[in-house]
């Protein structure tokens, strides 16, 4: 069983920022794409940020410009670093390692029935 524990949500103001962070084993960078998604209130889950095994990226075109995906290979961490955050990007954010490619994550999303999934930290963005 592969545990993923996030950390980092919290409450911000419109326009500032916030980091997420997952801890994952070291070995599931290399067998599983990387990613982030999220799932707002009456919304489905989608993916917004994939890391591939090659290292190659996507976003989803809501987040692009504003939200950066990465790793810390030492640490065995990935992360998410939010910027100019909006309103609507209040959600419980997932961290996850899907056997699926990067730009199919954040086109299609991933249901939770394939990889393995952290338990979410929530995010919450007041205008």
């Known amino acids: 069983q592969v545990r993923l524990v996030e950390s980092g949500g919290g409450s911000v103001q419109a326009g500032g920022s916030l980091r997420l962070s997952c801890e994952a084993p070291g070995y599931v960078y290399s067998m599983y794409t990387m990613a982030w998604f999220r799932q707002a209130p009456g919304k489905e889950r989608e993916g917004v940020a994939a890391?591939?095994?090659?290292?190659?990226?996507s976003y989803a075109d809501s987040v692009k410009g504003r939200f950066t995906i990465s790793k810390d290979s030492d640490k065995n961490i990935l992360y998410l670093q939010m910027n100019s955050l909006k309103p609507g990007d209040t959600a419980m954010y997932y961290c996850?390692?899907?056997?699926?490619?990067?730009?199919?994550?954040?086109?299609?999303?991933?249901?939770?029935?394939?990889?393995?999934w952290g338990q979410g930290t929530q995010v919450t963005v007041s205008s």
């Open positions: 996850a390692a899907v056997p699926f490619d990067a730009d199919l994550v954040v086109t299609a999303g991933v249901s939770e029935a394939f990889g393995y």
């Open positions: 890391l591939n095994k090659d290292g190659s990226i």
